[in-house]
Structures are given as structure tokens and as C-alpha cells.
């Protein structure tokens, strides 16, 4: 049995959506929130994609034209994530380290929130974007990963630790996890 050194309630998602392009991000503007962090991987396109497709540009423009200011926070290399964020004119942090501190506190540095509560990030594993928001007071919404197939071993690695936490949602919190496999089936 692997070990989790966070208690279950910091792997809660503040919502689940099939996709990024399901989320209402006009609720999200209402709610508060200003800053949308942006994992790339299995969240965007996947791990064996290299640039953004015309719908995640159109995408950006469309929450751009909300008012929301776009990072993209990516444990991925330098190489990769610069390359998918100039396409796309967008600020990044590269090698963030999630679910540690570095990306977060270079990006909460970076746009000065009033409250880390303006901020909103959006990802596809429990392991790393939600519980690295979580960590910082920001709220994470969880995505279905776009393509499993191509993760490479660290993150399958995850999605083991990933069945503990949503073994532990089954007992502890039944609502939380029949919220997320309703997005995961
Ligand atoms: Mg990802």
C-alpha cells in the first residue's frame, strides 16, 4: 500500500468537468476568480502533441476576452512548455516541481493576487495540480485526462497513488468521488 503524506481533503477538487471546454468560466469570473493556471499535459493536448490545436487557441482568446489572466504550469522541460506557450503568447512556469512550491510561489510572485483565492488552476491529476493548488489556498479544477495512453512512468506512477486517494473518497467523501468518476468513465 503506498503511502500518502497529505491528508485526504487536500486532494479535493473544487469542481470536475469532462474537458477544458466544458468549464464555465463565466461562473468563475462571477465567483471571483481573475488568474487561470493552466497544466499542459493530458489537460491541453497530450504528452506526444507538441502544439496548441486551433480550438486550445481559440480557447485562450475566449478567456482572454472574459478578462482572465492565462499562466501555464507545467512539470514538463523548458523546451516543451516554451515552445506550446509562445504559440500561444502566454506567460509559463516550466519544471514547476507540483505538487511543491516553486511554480506556484514564481507565478503567485509573478501576478501579485490580493487573495490566492483569484486564482484558479485547472489539471488532470489528483497527485500533482490538485494537490499542489490545494497547498496554496487556490482551487483546482480537475479534468479527464485528453489521452492516458501516452503518460510516460512517473505519471502512471501517480494514477496508483491516484486510486488510493479516490479509494479514500469512496469511504470518506462518496459525493467528491462520485463526482469524479462521473467525468472519468
Ligand atoms: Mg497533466
Redesign the pocket.
Known amino acids: 500500500m503506498l503511502q500518502l503524506f497529505y491528508p485526504l481533503s487536500k486532494f479535493i477538487p473544487y469542481d470536475c468537468y469532462q474537458d477544458v471546454f466544458s468549464i464555465n468560466y463565466n461562473k468563475l469570473y462571477e465567483d471571483g476568480k481573475r488568474i487561470i493556471l493552466l497544466?499542459?499535459?493530458?489537460?491541453l493536448i497530450p504528452y506526444d502533441v507538441i502544439l496548441p490545436t486551433p480550438e486550445i487557441k481559440a480557447l485562450v482568446s475566449e478567456l482572454e476576452n472574459i478578462g482572465f489572466k492565462i499562466i501555464l504550469i507545467?512539470?514538463n522541460n523548458y523546451k516543451r512548455v516554451s515552445v506550446f506557450a509562445e504559440a500561444l503568447g502566454l506567460p509559463f512556469v516550466s519544471n514547476a516541481l507540483k505538487p511543491f512550491g516553486r511554480g506556484y510561489r514564481k507565478i503567485i510572485k509573478m501576478v501579485k493576487p490580493k487573495s490566492n483565492q483569484e486564482i484558479i488552476a485547472v489539471?488532470?491529476?489528483l497527485m500533482?495540480?490538485v494537490l499542489g493548488g490545494n497547498r496554496f489556498g487556490i482551487d483546482v479544477i480537475l479534468v479527464r485526462?485528453v489521452k492516458k495512453k501516452s503518460e510516460i512512468w512517473y505519471?502512471k506512477l501517480n494514477r496508483l497513488n491516484e486510486r488510493q486517494v479516490l479509494n479514500g473518497f469512496k469511504r470518506r467523501y462518496p459525493d467528491v468521488y462520485q463526482k469524479i468518476e462521473g467525468i472519468t468513465k
Not at 39 to 43: A, L, P, S
Open positions: 497544466d499542459i499535459d493530458n489537460t507545467s512539470n489539471g488532470d491529476q500533482t495540480d485526462p505519471t
